[in-house]
């Protein structure tokens, strides 16, 4: 298989897991906070330049995630390597339970896709698989391809997947701790997760009683026990709260006013209003000479 443009240009959404169950199913969402990746074949040195949240900590050169997640799709889809300049925009915080990682490799595989003109043997089920060889969740690496609700679960060995339709639009505020998760890992706590999704998408006035039954203990990582304590106090004022992930960040399921964005600053968490968005989305996917190069 060979390239047949060499630009293409694509943006990945947050993903966040909010709940799971004991049987091993979990709830995704995908917030509409984006990073945009645009990747350029070249004959030259392969590098990235990188701007946003992840700009002090993402590699510059081919140990960049998303330039090993396009050398590893360009392998598997049997299409030589080349130099590749990498451009990528950041808003989603890393380290906070958003899925900053799972974004980055995503865009990759999406990129090379992209650059391989979209062939048919290369499905988002072949996205998937790519993307848990690279060491990202399957439920993440799914909501980042198709957004919205969607549920997972485990069947015969092998995660399924179903996205949830939503009566109308949610809005959540998630708070954003200015300190990042020291530790790795990805955990998802356990409740009452068909109350969890129906409040979601039917009647999110019973989000307040049903987020307080998804319990959580004390972590080791000095920023999740933070948010934790933060957590378990608005769920005494009875607000529809959930960690993101493994944290630290926190999604509550309304929109916070200013005066309370206000005090949750001086504790340390930045409040920014988000919606749940669609998937991947190609912005552009062109050779160099239909862009005037």
Partial sequence: MRLVTDYARIRVPATARIGGSRDNERVVLAFDYWDDFAATITTGETRATVTGPS??????????????????????????????????????????????????????????????????????????????????????????????????????????????????????????????????????????????????????????????????????????????HLLLALHKSRWPALMLGSGPAIAVCARVQNDMAEIFSQYGFTASHARISTGATVISAQNNVERGG
Avoid at 111 to 127: C, I, K, M, Q, Y
Avoid at 168 to 177: A, E, H, M, N, R
Avoid at 200 to 227: G, I
Wanted: proline residues 7%; charged residues 15%; aromatic residues 4%.
């Fill in 55 to 228: 700009r002090d900590i993402a590699p510059r050169d081919y140990h960049h995630p998303t330039i090993q997640a396009m050398y590893a799709t360009l392998d598997a889809m049997q299409a030589p390597r080349a130099g590749v300049t990498l451009i990528a925009q950041t808003t989603i915080p890393p380290a906070v339970g958003l899925g900053a990682r799972t974004a980055a490799v995503m865009a990759g595989i999406i990129l090379v896709r992209h650059l391989l003109g979209n062939p048919t043997n290369f499905s988002d089920s072949e996205a998937v698989n790519l993307a848990v060889s690279l060491g990202v969740a399957p439920d993440r690496a799914y909501a980042a391809l198709r957004g919205g609700i969607s549920l997972h679960w485990k069947h015969d060995r092998l995660v399924r997947s179903q996205q949830i339709s939503q009566q109308g639009t949610s809005d959540f505020t998630v708070l954003i701790p200015r300190s990042h998760r020291e530790s790795d890992g990805e955990q998802c706590i356990s409740g009452p997760l068909a109350m969890l999704l129906h409040a979601l998408v039917t009647e999110p006035n019973l989000l307040p009683s049903v987020c307080p039954s998804f319990s959580y203990s004390d972590s080791p990582d000095r920023a999740v026990s933070d948010s934790i």
